[in-house]
């Protein structure tokens, strides 16, 4: 179990000595059968799995050893046929490898090397019954290697389930963001988010610029919008298909798109070189995501700057993100833009405003007006005298007598 800060390089710290491990086994033959899959490397997303697999074929691209990526979205055909060549390393998405597994397009019985990138990710509540099926599927007599900046407890604990006298090696602190990195968040309404990150955008002039928001629908909404502000944006989401996803981000990477709004399907492993901001829209629920969001920035020795747009409702989300990194985010207000009066105060001190409310129901209630409940009890001084019989009413001394129903004899004649 290997931890390190987001853009330290985690993909070359299991990529390089997978190569070398392998070199014994590199062939040039051209027969599959001298090119079984030897190590195998699973990741959360599709953009990190190509990543991933740019990295093996850039450092071994002097190695007879075969590599490929296998996942969703795409046509299965071209995947069957590089698998068919025979790979030594494949890099996958859980899904897709498991359609392979049932197309029997791919064996597991040479691995010898199983990694799991963004670990905490993959562990979770999503993947794990595909990560256990995979497992099940490989020899038992392997090396398993997990690489994430976070690992939340829970997921430790899971982890060390699956693995046997894991070595732990963590590099800073644990859940610790890049030291480049500044961080400052902007209180604002809700209803001016939008307004607030047109008006950063335009009068900073930011040139590239990365967006996360809380869903997809969220995402293409406010990249229509920053459109229509007359900023070039575009979004990028699981709804979308493979390719459109890969134009975004190339468009991205090359300048020609300033701002690309994102959900967290870009908040792992993806590195855009030289990537100056990360902006939270929508201020993520998990802490451990806002790592990895604004782990996009500040990579490989260089600054960032990470900005965040809290509204009054994120507030509970914003104290769980500054105990997770240790530290209180600087608050900025942009004069026109600041939420009401009464929770600017809130906001500024970084308190839930649910502290709040919880004061104030803890404050003990005035006492109620009416003396009748503050007046101590008086015994008067004489009994009260006894209360008159109160005389019966005619009518309720001599009760009518009630008709008997014809069906038992009819009515009495006068």
């Known amino acids: 179990m290997a931890g390190a800060q987001t853009g330290t390089g985690k993909t070359a710290a299991f990529a390089l000595p ?7 086994h590199a062939s040039s033959s051209a027969s599959p059968a001298r090119h079984p899959v030897r190590a195998l490397v699973l990741t959360p997303t599709r953009e990190l799995a190509i990543q991933v697999a740019e990295s093996f074929r850039d450092y071994g691209r002097r190695m007879p050893l075969r590599s490929t990526v296998v996942y969703g979205g795409v046509d299965m055909n071209a995947q069957i046929q590089e698998l068919r060549r025979g790979v030594e390393i494949l890099v996958a998405t859980p899904g897709r490898l498991l359609d392979h597994v049932q197309q029997k397009t791919v064996m597991f019985n040479q691995v010898s090397m199983l990694v799991l990138d963004e670990a905490d990710r993959m562990l979770d509540m999503g993947f ?11 020899p038992a ?3 398993n290697l997990l690489f994430s900046a976070t690992f939340p407890d829970e997921i430790r604990t899971l982890a060390k389930t699956l693995l046997t006298n894991p070595a732990e090696i963590q590099i800073a602190a644990r859940n610790a963001v890049a030291d480049l990195v500044s961080h400052v968040l902007h209180p604002v309404a809700r209803e001016k988010k939008r307004e607030l990150l047109a008006y950063l955008i335009q009068t900073r002039g930011l040139k590239q610029v990365l967006v996360f928001t809380g869903t997809r629908i969220g995402a ?3 990249a ?3 459109r229509r502000d007359h900023i070039h944006a575009d979004a990028i989401h699981g709804d979308k298909s493979q390719a459109e996803r890969l134009v975004a981000l190339e468009d991205f990477k090359a300048g020609k798109t300033a701002v690309l709004v994102a959900t967290d399907v870009a908040s792992r492993g993806l590195d855009i070189e030289g990537l100056p901001q990360v902006i939270n829209f929508d201020v993520p629920h998990s802490p451990e995501d806002y790592v990895h969001r604004i782990g996009r920035t500040g990579r490989a ?3 960032g700057e990470a900005i965040s747009l809290v509204a009054p409702e994120d507030m509970e989300s914003l104290a769980a993100i500054e105990k997770l990194i240790k530290r209180k985010i600087e608050r900025v207000l942009v004069p026109g833009f600041e939420p009401n009066a009464g929770t600017v105060a809130t906001l500024m001190g970084g308190e839930p405003s649910r502290r709040g409310h919880a004061a104030r129901r803890d404050q003990k209630k005035p006492p109620p007006s009416d003396p009748i409940f503050s007046k101590p009890y008086e015994p008067s001084s004489a009994p009260p005298p006894p209360a008159e019989p109160k005389a019966e009413a005619p009518e309720t001394r001599k009760r009518k007598q009630p008709q008997v129903a014809a069906l038992l004899g009819g009515l009495k004649r006068a």
């Open 224 to 226: 229509h919008q920053l």
């Open 18 to 24: 997978i190569l070398q491990r392998l070199s014994v």
């Open 141 to 143: 007599q392997r090396q």
């Open 301 to 303: 020795g260089m600054t």
């Open 220 to 222: 293409n909404r406010l």
């Open 128 to 138: 794990l019954p595909d990560i256990k099926r995979i497992i099940a599927l490989l």
